[in-house]
């Protein structure tokens, strides 16, 4: 049974294994390492912003969310090759939302690498629309937003 819980110190260790694992095929599509690969974990867990999905004490997922004055910002959502296609994702995405309203916030906002082509499709199937695309920092990033 898998379940979601907001990330100890002492998961940031397995949290930079889990984003390394599942972003490191993109190296070579994006021509560099993703942005959460370069990520401080340890410091950004002592925020509260990071959540991990758990399945028998295995973490099988991470999301990082940050609240803003208008939307919650789902800033990454990393499920690691071995728990792929398991709904895993979807788990995280929904959690998110849920996160959300109870913050009173109505909308959910993420980026990706527009090279992570899986993403284009994945995220307008969860009920995100692209609302623009813009490099940012050298990454050329497409943006989606869900009003909940």
Do not use: C
């Amino acid at each position: 049974m898998v379940s979601i819980r907001s990330a100890h110190a002492d998961d940031a260790l397995a949290v930079s294994s889990l984003i390394n694992e599942a972003f490191s095929p993109y190296i070579d599509r994006i021509g560099t390492e993703p942005d959460p690969m370069r990520t401080d974990y340890p410091t950004l867990i002592g925020t509260g912003a990071v959540w991990v999905a758990e399945d028998d004490d295995q973490l099988v997922g991470t999301v990082v969310l940050t609240p803003e004055a208008d939307h919650l910002l789902l800033d990454n959502l990393a499920v690691p090759a071995v728990a792929r296609g398991l709904g895993i994702g979807v788990l995280l995405l929904d959690f998110a939302a849920e996160h959300a309203r109870a913050l009173g916030l109505p909308e959910l906002r993420l980026y990706t690498n527009a090279a992570m082509t899986e993403n284009l499709n994945f995220y307008p199937r969860r009920g995100f629309v692209e609302t623009h695309r813009s490099t940012v920092d050298g990454f050329d990033r497409v943006f989606f937003s869900k009003q909940l």
